[in-house]
């Protein structure tokens, strides 16, 4: 059964048009992230969250906005998608107790910006 | 500042035995991750190292030194199967994963 799920798989939008992606994880980890990765690119970080605790990455553009409103579900929300935003949106969970945990991957949802 | 090197590509052939290597520089250590990741696919989870030596699970290995900040994935008895790309994933003092971009290995029959 899978831990993580994530939705929709592949979202088609407009230049411009906001886009809400989802997560949710059955595992009742702490820990919840959302990753970009760009075609042979290493994942880059958004957001992560501990529990209700949010952390911004520096370098994540004002554009992404993110939402934890309970342990399992998290969501993405780019405002307003550039070309350039197009990428596999990965989210993953980790314990984030009793030291480091490996990271727990849902699917990944394919974002194209039209 | 944080560096990942791990080669873009290596090619192999099925029934054989590959190597790849990857070298880090981190704030601080708190262990290191290999991950697989098929074409089009989320990355899934195959070893952690934390103390220097050899981790073996099935065809699949993983090699650390600390003091040289060198890690190996070793992947024996070559399927199709194994044509992905593997990220090599050490964790930061912050418990944060820095991630390679990741060799893509293609296995050849």
């Known amino acids: 059964d899978a831990m993580v799920i994530q939705n929709p798989r592949y979202q088609v939008t407009q230049f411009g048009k906001p886009v809400t992606l989802s997560c949710s994880q059955t595992?009742?980890?702490?820990?919840m992230y959302w990753y970009q990765q760009k075609s042979s690119q290493a994942p880059k970080l958004l957001f992560h969250?501990?529990?209700?605790?949010?952390?911004n990455e520096a370098d994540t553009p004002d554009n992404f906005q993110s939402r934890r409103p309970n342990t399992s579900f998290c969501f993405l929300d780019i405002r307003s998608p550039g070309l350039g935003d197009a990428a596999m949106y990965l989210c993953?969970?980790?314990?984030?107790?009793?030291?480091?945990?490996?990271?727990?991957f849902g699917e990944g949802s394919r974002l194209t910006v039209l | 500042g944080q560096n990942i090197d791990q080669p873009t590509e290596m090619t192999a052939t099925e029934g054989a035995i590959v190597q790849i290597n990857c070298t880090y520089q981190t704030s601080g250590f708190n262990g290191l991750f290999w991950y697989q990741q098929h074409a089009g696919e989320a990355p899934t989870f195959l070893s952690y190292n934390v103390l220097d030596g050899l981790e073996e699970k099935g065809r699949f290995s993983s090699f650390l030194s600390r003091s040289k900040g060198y890690s190996y994935l070793l992947l024996k008895e070559l399927q199709m199967k194994d044509s992905a790309s593997y990220l090599c994933?050490?964790?930061?003092?912050?418990?944060?994963?820095?991630w390679g971009a990741g060799t893509k290995l293609i296995i050849k029959p």
């Open positions: 595992l009742n980890h702490n820990v």
């Open positions: 993953a969970t980790s314990r984030g107790t009793g030291g480091p945990g490996e990271l727990f």
């Open positions: 994933a050490p964790m930061d003092s912050n418990y944060q994963l820095i």
């Open positions: 969250y501990y529990d209700k605790d949010f952390n």
